[in-house]
Every structure is written in C-alpha cells, then in structure tokens.
C-alpha cells in the first residue's frame, strides 16, 4: 500500500495539499469478496499513518468505525452499484475523510424506522458513527464522502462536534 504523506503546501491538478496529510485510494471490482479487502485496506491504511505521522493515535473505536463504514459503503455498491469502486481515505488532523465513488446513480436514502425491517439499515448504521456525511452525483455515479473522528473523548465518544 501506498501513502502519501505531505510535507509543504502544493497545488496540483486542482487539489491542495497540506502539511500533516496522509492519503491513500484503492480500486475495486466490486464483488462480495472485495468488501473484506477494503475493510483490510483501512486498517492497514490506518496502522500506517501512525508510523508516518508521530503523534498520531487512532483509537480503537475509529478503527472499528472506519472499517464498518467502508463495510456498509461496498456492500451497497455490491448490492446496488456492482462494478468498479473507488475508495479513498484522507487523514487531516485528528479527521479520517472516507469518499467512496461507484457508477450506480441512484443516490442512498434511509428508509422509515421499522421494528420489523430485516436488513437495509446500512446507511443508518454509517450516519451513526460518523461526524459528517455528504453524497454528490457525478458525470457518473456517485461520490459519498464520509468524516470519522479519530481521538475519542474522555467518555469514550468521538471527540470533536457532531452535526448529529
């Protein structure tokens, strides 16, 4: 796996860069085998931003955080979206951005509340771990894009304001 660690401000093909920035993307053919391996992608993503960045901690609680989003992400994509995905992640300060772009159009919603609703509550299961959440259509496909805190609070929450 590949990161790229930042060092100084660059602009390049119209993104910006800055000092503390740890990116890493990976490609997929979305098939339900796939979805271990992006999940596999984030941890090892993650353990090797702390080795890149020295004072970096991520807890255990984003850990399991990142990967379950990424989890549900590509299993939409494998359910509704099936062929390639992109995946990146972004460390900024104490932040780990999750984007996931796939070719399916059909923008996520969240269903009525159901006690009795088998299934389907990936999306909830996202919006309730994560401190932002946006989805944008592209020229085609979709881009959902995704904020985690990395640090948790004295409580054991994610540290940091929530919009929720």
């Given amino acids: 796996m590949e990161l790229l660690a930042t060092d100084r401000c660059t602009e390049q093909d119209g993104l910006v860069t800055v000092p503390g920035v740890v990116a890493g993307s990976a490609a997929y053919d979305m098939e339900s085998g ?3 391996r992006a ?3 984030v941890r090892d993503f993650l353990s090797g931003a702390q080795q890149s960045l020295p004072g970096l901690h991520v807890s255990t609680r984003a ?3 990142a990967q379950l989003v990424v989890s549900e992400l590509a299993t939409n994509v494998c359910k509704y979206a099936p062929g390639p995905c992109l995946l990146d992640l972004e460390i900024d300060g104490d932040m780990l951005g999750i984007t996931m772009w796939d070719s399916g159009s059909v923008l996520p919603g969240t269903l009525q509340a159901d006690p009795t609703r088998a299934g389907q509550h990936g999306l909830e299961i996202v919006l309730a771990v ?7 259509r592209e020229p085609v496909g ?3 894009r995704v904020r985690i ?7 054991g929450d994610p540290a940091g304001s929530s919009p929720w």
């Fill in 130 to 136: 994560c401190q932002s959440f946006e989805v944008r």
């Fill in 39 to 41: 999940r596999d992608f």
């Fill in 34 to 36: 796939e979805i271990g």
């Fill in 63 to 65: 850990l399991g955080a």
């Fill in 149 to 155: 805190s990395l640090l948790d609070g004295p409580d």
């Fill in 142 to 144: 979709k881009r959902v």
